[in-house]
């Protein structure tokens, strides 16, 4: 019998590499095929993959990536997640071929790097939409969250109608309030749908004023921060300067002041009357976070704050200032039955569920309905009275009772008191006294009419006359200047209190009238 010879299949090395390939699409199983490495896959764009995974890298991340859209949401993911996530929806190699100097992976991070960098990423920014931002300042950051603006549906809202109108509306209080209300929710809400970073449309504060347990914090929660995205926070301790930190009023497009501290000193009035200029006049805000450098950005904000009526309470809201009157709308709220019955936490959740739902029929009519009346739109001098929208408003209930505790209605209460002499006349009256010129511009009745600096030597006792309050005048003016308080009370007229004094600034003369009381 011959023999039969076989030739043994040839055996790699020890040690040696495999030389092959793995094949397979996606879906089947994968096998090795012998050979060298493939070439480099034609027609290869890391754009697209990082378009379509959402991909984002933040300056200084090191190797963790930032992934999602406005629609789902952002979240941070380790590199080699996202390597496992690109190879199952994207058959990414892992590996450089023969002919790459990168693999794909790398390519698809170096291009995330490059061209997807941004400097930080915010949970959110008031107005600002989910996604990436350029900042005017130059920074790209990243907005993990919008506001959840209600879209316009006709219907009902009787509900809202009966909050709205039960504390705003015709009463004691003697004033109509709600057009002003119902302007402000439209301007609010188209400003906030329809501009942009550093466009919006800026609106005034609103400050509410009534009994306790009246009903106004509910036109705050239920209502306003509804119609502005449904996020709101407490600006309590930014508007106080009591916190270096800002972040938490910068995740909210509604700055919801429930309770003003009970300082009633002049210089926090000032500062918080400044303060609220500038969230309301400001487009630019200095955002400050735990550690992190301050940003500069452009917030949409509403500011609104509620206090009780009694005096005290309103010692503490801020002085009504000629700079601050046009920036505020101030409504002077009553006690009136709710809509529907709060007493208990389920009656209180249903009338909460009732409201939202009433919601977008109310931004409805607003929208599509609701015409700003025109006598909003302009002063009393004819001129145009639209930076905010229209024309502010302050009742006059608060706004008196502000007043009463300003130096300015300190001066004309020691005015109507001081008594004069002089050459044996006693009891005589500021406007009795003899005038720079004999004008009443305007004035019924008698008036005094000179420059400031006279008044004040005859307020002191020093132009003539003996004054009887002379020393409580000096006191007065050595914290204020006298033509600053004849300006306040120039201002306070001219908001409706019947003229007791008015400036002349013509040609032939300027100077101060004051007119004695009605």
Same mark, same amino acid.
């Given at each position: 019998?011959?023999?039969?010879?076989?030739?043994?299949?040839?055996?790699?090395?020890?040690?040696?590499?495999?030389?092959?390939?793995?094949?397979?699409?996606?879906?089947?199983? /994968?096998?090795?095929?012998?050979?060298?490495?493939?070439?480099?896959?034609?027609?290869?764009?890391?754009?697209?993959?990082?378009?379509?995974?959402?991909?984002?890298?933040?300056?200084?991340?090191g190797?963790n990536?930032?992934? !999602?859209?406005?629609?789902?949401?952002?979240?941070?993911w380790?590199?080699?997640?996202?390597?496992?996530?690109?190879?199952?929806?994207?058959?990414?190699?892992?590996?450089?071929?023969e002919?790459?100097?990168?693999s794909?992976?790398?390519?698809?991070?170096l291009? #995330?790097?490059?061209?997807?960098?941004?400097?930080e990423?915010?949970p959110?920014?008031?107005?600002?939409?989910?996604?990436?931002?350029?900042?005017?300042?130059?920074?790209?950051v990243?907005?993990?969250?919008?506001?959840?603006?209600?879209?316009?549906?006709?219907?009902?809202?009787?509900?809202?109608?009966?909050?709205?109108?039960g504390?705003?509306?015709?009463?004691?209080?003697?004033?109509?309030?709600?057009?002003?209300?119902?302007?402000?929710?439209?301007?609010?809400?188209?400003?906030?749908?329809?501009?942009?970073?550093?466009?919006?449309?800026?609106?005034?504060?609103?400050?509410?004023?009534?009994?306790?347990?009246?009903?106004?914090?509910?036109?705050?929660?239920?209502?306003i921060?509804?119609?502005? !995205?449904?996020?709101?926070?407490?600006?309590?301790?930014?508007?106080?300067?009591?916190?270096?930190?800002?972040?938490?009023?910068?995740?909210?497009?509604?700055?919801?002041?429930?309770?003003?501290?009970?300082?009633?000193?002049?210089?926090?009035?000032?500062?918080?009357?400044?303060?609220?200029?500038?969230?309301? #006049?400001?487009?630019m805000?200095?955002m400050?976070?735990?550690? @992190?450098?301050?940003? @500069?950005?452009?917030?949409?904000?509403?500011?609104?704050?509620?206090?009780?009526?009694?005096?005290?309470?309103?010692?503490?809201?801020?002085?009504?200032?000629?700079?601050?009157?046009?920036?505020?709308?101030?409504?002077?709220?009553? #006690?009136?039955?709710?809509?529907?019955?709060?007493?208990?936490?389920?009656?209180?959740?249903?009338?909460e569920?009732?409201?939202? /739902?009433?919601?977008? #029929?109310?931004?409805?009519?607003?929208?599509?309905?609701?015409?700003i009346?025109?006598?909003?739109?302009?002063?009393?001098?004819?001129?145009? /009275?639209?930076?905010?929208g229209?024309?502010?408003?302050?009742?006059?209930?608060?706004?008196?009772?502000?007043?009463?505790?300003?130096?300015?209605?300190?001066?004309?209460?020691?005015?109507? @008191?001081?008594?004069?002499?002089?050459?044996?006349?006693?009891?005589?009256?500021l406007?009795?006294?003899?005038?720079?010129?004999?004008?009443?511009a305007?004035?019924e009745?008698?008036?005094?009419?000179?420059?400031?600096?006279?008044?004040?030597?005859?307020?002191?006792?020093?132009?003539?006359?003996?004054?009887?309050?002379d020393?409580?005048?000096?006191?007065?003016?050595?914290?204020?200047?006298?033509?600053?308080?004849?300006?306040?009370?120039? /201002?306070?007229?001219?908001?409706?209190?019947?003229?007791?004094?008015?400036?002349a600034?013509?040609?032939?003369?300027?100077?101060?009238?004051?007119?004695?009381?009605?």
């Amino acid at each position: 019998m011959g023999e039969t010879t076989t030739t043994a299949p040839r055996k790699r090395a020890k040690g040696s590499p495999r030389i092959g390939r793995v094949a397979g699409g996606k879906g089947e199983p /994968a096998r090795f095929v012998e050979g060298g490495d493939p070439p480099a896959r034609t027609g290869f764009d890391p754009d697209r993959i990082v378009e379509d995974l959402g991909m984002w890298w933040k300056s200084g991340g090191g190797s963790n990536f930032i992934l !999602g859209s406005p629609g789902l949401g952002y979240s941070v993911w380790p590199e080699q997640g996202l390597i496992d996530r690109m190879r199952e929806e994207h058959c990414v190699a892992i590996k450089a071929r023969e002919d790459e100097r990168l693999s794909e992976s790398k390519r698809v991070f170096l291009h #995330a790097r490059m061209k997807r960098c941004v400097d930080e990423m915010f949970p959110s920014l008031p107005g600002y939409k989910a996604g990436p931002h350029k900042l005017k300042g130059g920074e790209t950051v990243l907005v993990k969250t919008s506001p959840t603006l209600l879209e316009p549906k006709a219907g009902e809202w009787e509900t809202i109608r009966q909050l709205i109108e039960g504390q705003l509306s015709t009463g004691t209080v003697g004033v109509d309030q709600t057009d002003f209300f119902y302007s402000w929710c439209k301007v609010a809400y188209e400003s906030l749908r329809d501009g942009h970073p550093g466009s919006w449309r800026p609106g005034h504060a609103m400050i509410l004023v009534g009994p306790a347990s009246s009903g106004k914090s509910r036109l705050q929660d239920f209502i306003i921060t509804a119609l502005l !995205g449904g996020r709101e926070a407490d600006p309590q301790k930014y508007l106080f300067g009591t916190d270096d930190f800002n972040g938490d009023c910068f995740a909210a497009e509604h700055l919801n002041l429930g309770e003003i501290p009970g300082s009633q000193k002049t210089v926090d009035r000032v500062m918080l009357s400044e303060k609220i200029k500038q969230v309301v #006049a400001n487009s630019m805000q200095r955002m400050r976070l735990m550690r @992190t450098e301050p940003w @500069t950005v452009h917030p949409f904000w509403r500011l609104t704050i509620s206090v009780n009526d009694d005096p005290d309470k309103l010692r503490s809201l801020p002085l009504i200032t000629p700079d601050l009157a046009g920036k505020v709308l101030i409504f002077h709220t009553k #006690a009136c039955p709710m809509p529907m019955p709060t007493r208990t936490i389920e009656e209180r959740a249903a009338f909460e569920a009732q409201v939202f /739902a009433e919601m977008p #029929a109310f931004i409805d009519w607003l929208v599509n309905t609701w015409e700003i009346p025109e006598a909003l739109l302009t002063y009393a001098d004819g001129s145009d /009275a639209t930076r905010f929208g229209f024309r502010e408003f302050h009742h006059s209930i608060v706004r008196d009772g502000l007043f009463d505790e300003t130096p300015a209605a300190e001066l004309m209460m020691l005015i109507d @008191t001081a008594e004069f002499e002089r050459e044996g006349a006693k009891g005589l009256k500021l406007w009795d006294l003899a005038s720079d010129r004999d004008s009443n511009a305007g004035i019924e009745g008698r008036c005094w009419h000179g420059r400031a600096v006279v008044l004040e030597r005859i307020l002191t006792g020093q132009g003539g006359y003996v004054c009887s309050m002379d020393t409580q005048f000096r006191e007065l003016f050595r914290h204020n200047r006298l033509p600053y308080l004849l300006q306040r009370l120039n /201002a306070h007229s001219e908001l409706g209190d019947g003229q007791r004094i008015a400036k002349a600034n013509t040609r032939a003369w300027k100077g101060w009238l004051i007119g004695r009381p009605a």
